[in-house]
């Protein structure tokens, strides 16, 4: 997972946003705080997920008879319309997976505020990869409540996707009733609270739970950051506001790169074909040249496909056959030599004179270098020993050079 800006929002105070990075193993950096317009520069590069105040929406868990994902939706609405002080029509409604009690937990909120939350990153520059409610982020655990305690608010999470807010002075009325109707009863209770912050929590005491109380210094995305992975899990971007143009945002950075890429590409095809039909039509040269140097040597032998081993049994017979030691000497070498002296454009051999043991070619080519080539390949070769010498004449370079077989 990668880095994740995590910002905690109410749009009715969006001068005093919170948000901290939350890397790969869900752990908060330094916080921040402030208006929208300074995450334009800090949310460049990295995904963003925002925590609603829950003031601004609430949270439901609905049963529905059915598996399908789409009749689902289709009858969300209807079964909360009974609770809803909202018309339906003027409610977004984004839903969770179904939960092991059978239940599916349902966000809602106004179109219209989530349609300005939208604009307002949107002007920002900020593109929102989920949006949910601080809420659902509340870590909790079995036989657990959470409780938040948070300026003049107070959230409450009772289950994984069960969660409840009232202002803070009515937590005294609230907390008691919700704990009468909930089933099965938590055993303990975790209250979260600002080290600064003085409350009194008669409410909690009626209830003799075991309580366990834990501060933070700054914000409660201190401890919400945990939650990231759950988080997603109830993305308010669904339907009609899921964020389609993100995926092609993100990768416009890239649409540049991606066209150079495609455009070396192509010239390298091009490049490639061009090759491989040159080298086609040096092929065709060479098989050319060998069909006309095997006709010089078996005048009536046209079956080419045998050329490579009709030239060895000929050359094997010739060897065998000669009584001169001399000539099994020179074809010996000649033989040794002439992989080195073979398939060079730049060389040409004049002419080749064998006396005394020695092999004396006369050769010309374009430059010293590609003499130098040449020497070095038969420098490689165990069996012989050479001495070249070479002269420079205008535009090509000739050269003496001479094999001897090493005793």
Known sequence: MATTLLVLYNPHNEDHAH???VNETGQASSLGYGSIDNLTSIATGHRVTLLLDSSCLN??????????????????PYALEDVLA?????????????????????????????????????????????????GIAL??????????IDNERALIKTANFKAY?????????????LYKKSEPKPGKMIIYHSDQQQFNLDSVNSLELETTYIT??????????QSLPLIKQLNILQGPYTIKRETSVQLKPWKSVAAVFF??????LVYAG????????????LNSLIQKEFKSVHPGNKNYSRMRKDMIQTLSDIRGNGNSDEKQLFLSLLAEATPALSNNSKLTINGIIFRNKFVDFDIQADSLQTLEAVKSRLLNIASIKIVMSTTVEKDKVKGRLRLEQKS
Not at 216 to 225: G, I, K
């Open 19 to 21: 948000w901290t990075f």
């Open 59 to 76: 949270i439901h868990q609905v049963k529905i008879p059915t598996q399908n994902r789409q009749r689902q939706l289709q009858a969300i």
């Open 86 to 134: 909202d018309d339906i029509e003027d409610l977004h409604f984004a839903a969770g997976k179904r939960q092991p009690d059978e239940s599916i937990p349902v966000i809602t909120i106004q179109c219209t505020l989530l349609e300005t939350i939208i604009q307002r990153f949107k002007d920002a520059g900020i593109l929102l990869e989920a949006i949910s409610a601080d």
């Open 139 to 148: 870590p909790i655990d079995h036989d657990q409540w959470t409780l938040l």
């Open 165 to 177: 807010y009232c202002d803070l002075d009515l937590l005294d009325i609230f907390l008691p009733t």
């Open 216 to 225: 933070y210094r700054e914000s409660p995305l201190e401890f919400l950051a």
């Open 263 to 268: 455009a070396w590409l192509c010239i390298q």
């Open 274 to 285: 061009v090759e491989i039909n040159q080298l086609e039509t040096k092929n065709t040269e």
